[in-house]
């Protein structure tokens, strides 16, 4: 499989916007979530909000009047990203730049006005402004008007791995040479009706008894902290960086996507039906089999989710285990659909900067969990490879396997 | 480069229950199009719908797994239980992957249970809540057929069928999966519904695709499943070959946020791009079933592109839009128009466009006007625009 070149990072964050702002805020330990004011007694009041930032710097006005929040979180993260690998749509050929969106919802607060307003005052009443934007390739083609752009254009969606999964597609454009770069990502928004479900199901912090937090892997998790943002991938052939002389921070070599037998609204009970995959997986895609010095992990402090990771992981990785650092940036963003997005940058950044980023919150590991977990603060280490993983409710779980690009 | 083969097809939509239903309706030039009856249509500009009637689970369906469905999970549970039982193929042995397009998921329960909120309902199904994302349907699927490949969601407005199937082709070719259990689904809800009326794009009369007086879409549901497989692992295993998918073209207008680009130039390098990864000329082209919407704008952009892409073929050819038959199934409709050059394809007949009485001077192709017609065709294109100008558009190919 042919590795695929990430030359820009595009990140709209509870942390931070832009590359430099979200890696200094998670290096630095810093959690976006706060509470949230107007929440009525006894609710859990913690979520990981966006800052309020410029989308007129990143979108044209006739579009940024219309674009909804999540629209314009995706294009100011490809605008972002297309800077920072310092492209443009002219340099690379507008029909040759793709885009791959992953999202769970799109804009769902917009959907909600939506419906709001058509069952009080009636389909004769119902803003045809409104409804393009509820569809969910909404952003991916805002996006597209923004650049310029006439490559492949998709939407995805996979539960909580559909920014995992807009990466491993956009890949697969690239290798299929239906693009030669795309724009890869995702984003997702907070919403009452989203954080209704999971309250109404019982999975968010503190509902459960126990302090209100977000601290994936700890031992003392107790639930789930929503939050929102969006990031983008620039994503390019190696040889194409290469010769253009771009900063690589990382290849992705290869992904693998499976499923695992799971309730379709939950996370599985049990990894062993994965393990032999994920090691097949990894047997096939890595130069050594004890070669993963990093895992960032999809973990977001359930207890059933983080379990699973590390019961999987233990699975695969044996005895090596105590050599491979494991992470989760969940603490410091909160977990929401293409969270996946973000956890793919961190993962870049970290083996770009040989940098294990901190894991909030985190005390001590389930007991007997054998990997050497990420602490509080950053963590210069020497890693060459990483395994960005992702488990869906569902059972859908992706492994993408990240490498420093050679000098 | 591998080839990519179909050896199972399944269907539901207001044509019928199952694959041979379609075709029937489609040689006798049947509409589906009657008045609304899922939800009340007063206040809108039109009752017509392609509806699925009386949609129950079927009985070979979980009572557990039956209660937890949206309507989206059991049209697509429905269509992909007989493109499996045609394939023949053991969904549970293989790592058999699964890519499925829609647009609205679970949003017809949704936005009832939604609704049922806002008037204050005391007694509500909250798990309802839980069918809302789009991606559900793929792990029912996955659940219910025991799959254990990789599974994907596509949601590109009204081309996420085909793109569904075009991302299945290449998770072949690139070897992800040995077969993919792919196609689209959508369900009829107030918010499309409501959404389409305001845009004003939703005809009063059955929609008239090509037809001078056309004046909108009609709103349909359903879906369309197939199983694709490398020929070899076909052969192999000894199962009938439907035809064979020889490649997908995508494009972005990059122009409008419900509107097409008018020149047709996206659709035209959708149409290129396909005919280049397909490697096929333009005159191998046969039959297009056409993206035929019948709002004004989509039916003359359609045209250009076709004769942008296929030059002097595209005055030669048959060219229909079977959204006159089935509606406008949004995120199933290229699942379910693949389907239709299946049929074509195989049994020696072109479907019509209905409901086509007045030629547009501006629509100059041959659209097969309200009835089928006798025609063996070899290779064929199928077209799919969505909003945010998404174009796709497949090619097929007969076996045999």
Sequence with gaps: ?407 | MRRVVITGAGSINALGNGTRAFAEALRNSRCGIAPLTLFDASGYRTSCAAEVRDLTPPAWLKPAVARHSSRSDLLALIAAHEALAQAGADSAASGLGIVLGTTVGGMPGWEEYFRQGLVGQRRRRHAVALTLPVSTSVDVLAAVFGCSGPRLTLSTACSSGSNALGVAVDWIRAERAPAVLCGGVDALCRMTFSGFNALQALDAVPCRPFDRDRAGLTLGEGAAMFVLEEREHARARGARILAEFLGYGVSADAHHITQPRPDGAGAAQALQRALDDSRVRADEIDYVNAHGTATPLNDVLETRALKAALGARAHRIPISSTKSMVGHCLGAAGAIEALACIVALREGFVPPTLHLEHPDPECDLDYVPNRSRPHAVHTVMSNSYGFGGNNTSIVLRGVG
């Excluded at chain 1, 890693?383 to 869906?392: D, V």
């Design chain 1, 1 to 407: 499989m042919r590795p695929i070149a990430v030359t820009g990072l595009g990140i709209v964050s509870p942390i931070g916007i832009g590359r430099q702002d979200f890696w200094e805020a998670l290096c630095a330990g810093r959690s976006g979530i706060r509470a949230r004011p107007n929440v009525a007694a006894g609710l859990p009041r913690l979520a990981a909000a966006l800052p309020t930032f410029a989308a007129r710097d990143f979108i044209r006005s006739p579009h940024l009047r219309r674009a909804d929040p999540v629209s314009r979180t995706i294009v100011a993260a490809a605008r972002l990203a297309l800077a920072d690998a310092q492209l443009t749509p002219e340099s690379i050929g507008p029909e040759r730049l793709g885009i791959t969106v992953g999202s769970v919802l799109g804009d769902i607060n917009e959907s909600v006005e939506y419906l709001r307003r058509l069952f009080t005052k009636g389909a004769a009443l119902v803003s045809p402004m409104m409804f393009p934007n509820l569809v969910l390739n909404a952003a991916a083609s805002y996006t597209a008007m923004e650049l310029g752009c006439t490559g492949a254009n998709l939407t995805v969606s996979q539960g909580e791995l559909s920014g995992e999964q807009a990466i491993a597609v956009g890949c697969d454009l690239i290798r299929a040479q239906r693009a030669d770069v795309v724009l890869a990502g995702g984003g997702d928004t907070l919403s009452d009706v989203v954080t209704a479900t999971y309250r109404r199901f019982r999975a968010l912090s503190g509902q459960r008894g126990g302090t209100e937090w977000s601290s994936p892997y700890d031992a003392h998790r107790n639930g789930v902290v929503l939050g929102e943002g969006g990031a983008m991938l620039v994503l390019e052939s190696t040889d194409a960086a290469r010769a253009r002389g771009a900063t690589i921070y990382a290849e992705i070599v290869d992904h693998c996507s499976f499923g695992v037998a799971a309730p379709p609204y939950a996370w599985p009970r049990r990894a062993a039906a994965a393990a032999p995959r994920l090691r097949a997986f990894l047997e096939r895609t890595l130069p050594a089999p004890a070669g993963v010095d990093l895992v960032c992990g999809s973990a977001n402090s359930s207890r059933r989710l983080d379990g699973c990771e590390v019961d999987l992981l233990t699975r695969v990785f044996g005895e090596a285990a105590a050599g491979v650092a494991l992470t989760s940036i969940k603490g410091a963003i909160g977990e929401f659909g293409a969270a996946g997005a973000l956890t793919a940058v961190a993962a870049c950044l970290a083996v770009h900067h040989r940098v294990v980023p901190p894991l909030c919150n985190f005390r001590r590991p389930d007991d007997g969990a054998p990997f050497r977990f990420a602490q509080r603060t950053a963590e210069s280490r020497r890693i060459e490879q990483a395994l960005i993983l992702g488990i869906a409710r569902g059972g859908a779980t992706v492994a993408m396997h990240v490498r420093r690009a050679g000098e």
